[in-house]
């Protein structure tokens, strides 16, 4: 193996193990004790720092949820359903396609075992 190869043996071993380190945050698994919730209950879905409403109230109420009164969300009106054409639309040759793809895979695979 030469020295270039080897390099990218490396590089690729370092990118593959960087996948696995966990990112670095700042939340604080204290508060987390603290008030009994998990991480999301302040931390919006891209994870801390973002806090959402509970966790700048939390932040800026000297670290507590005492008073908190969280703001009414609307419900969303469901949007009306569109019709649904009941009934099969596919063409032959698609399935025909697909099922002779199949077969022949197969045969192709047994006729290489048999060699």
């Known amino acids: 193996m030469n020295k270039k190869r ?6 690729l071993v370092a990118l593959v ?9 700042s939340a604080r698994p204290e508060y987390a004790a603290k008030e009994s919730r998990n991480c999301p ?4 879905r891209d994870g801390p720092p973002q806090l959402n409403e509970v966790g700048a109230y939390y932040a800026s109420h000297n670290h507590s949820l005492e008073g908190y009164v969280p703001t009414p969300q609307p419900t ?3 949007e009306p359903e569109k019709e649904i054409e009941i009934g099969v639309h596919m063409t032959t040759w698609d399935v025909g396609l697909r ?3 199949i077969i022949l895979l197969v045969l192709g695979i047994v006729y290489i075992i048999r060699l």
């Open 17 to 25: 193990l960087l996948l696995f380190v966990p990112a670095l945050t």
């Open 6 to 11: 080897i390099n990218q043996i490396i590089l």
């Open 99 to 101: 099922g002779l793809a």
């Open 76 to 78: 969303p009106t469901p």
């Open 41 to 44: 209950y302040c931390h919006t």
